[in-house]
């Protein structure tokens, strides 16, 4: 079955100090993988997606087919990041259905 | 464009009602997708619809339903409401294919 697992529920950093969010997917097929940012009390909104290979706001991700991993990472940490993250996985099996995982919050304080 | 946008951002309902839940997604959109995320976990799958056709279905029982209209926007069902159903839902559009989904905000549904 697919699934999405991001196993901290909180990561809190301080300012300046490198993030990494990890995200670990189960797929037998060719997945896209994305990041979802939820600020307080804002929408969900994308982040970015592993096909793009770009940086947004400073974080990456790498998808690793082998570990089956797609960790969010941003080298130093800024308060304004403190937000919910989202791992998300579509499989192409449901249209552009997502496949979430849990969500990790980051707690960036200075 | 004000992006995806939901109605009502509010609901409270007792069980056995019926709720509809409306999306109108961003212009040009043709795909409409439906998540329920329960407090403290991520959004899971309920529906999604492309050119008015349902494209996929997550595993949730018959008392949920969906429909997309013409113009796009669409509407979800859920009737016999238990409290189990108090959720956010959300809806998400994209332009269709393998593009990014843009969320709305969500209608928070409470039952008692």
């Known amino acids: 079955a697919q699934r999405v697992t991001q196993p901290e529920k909180l990561l809190s950093v301080f300012k300046g100090a490198p993030v990494e969010l990890k995200c670990n997917y189960s797929y037998s097929g060719s997945p896209e993988l994305f990041w979802y940012v939820q600020y307080s009390r804002q929408r969900l909104q994308l982040l970015l997606r592993h096909i793009s290979r770009e940086s947004i706001k400073g974080f990456t991700a790498d998808l690793n087919k082998g570990e089956t991993s797609f960790h969010l990472k941003k080298p130093f940490a800024q308060e304004e990041d403190s937000a919910m993250y989202y791992c998300a996985l579509s499989t192409n099996q449901a249209g552009t259905a997502l496949i979430f995982g849990k969500g990790t919050t980051l707690s960036v304080s200075s | 464009d004000a992006g995806v946008t939901q109605s009502p951002t509010h609901l409270i309902k007792t069980r056995g009602q019926h709720v509809t839940l409306r999306c109108s997604p961003i212009?040009?959109?043709?795909?409409v997708s439906w998540y329920q995320q329960v407090l403290g976990q991520g959004p899971q799958f309920i529906f999604q619809y492309y050119e008015k056709e349902e494209r996929g279905r997550g595993n949730f029982p018959d008392r949920f339903s969906a429909r997309q209209f013409p113009n796009y926007s669409s509407e979800l069902n859920v009737n016999a409401l238990l409290l189990g159903d108090s959720a956010l839902y959300l809806c998400?559009?994209?332009?269709?294919?393998?593009?990014?989904?843009?969320f709305g905000p969500g209608t928070r549904l409470l039952v008692l």
């Open positions: 998400a559009s994209s332009p269709g294919g393998q593009r990014p989904q843009y």
């Open positions: 212009s040009g959109h043709k795909s």
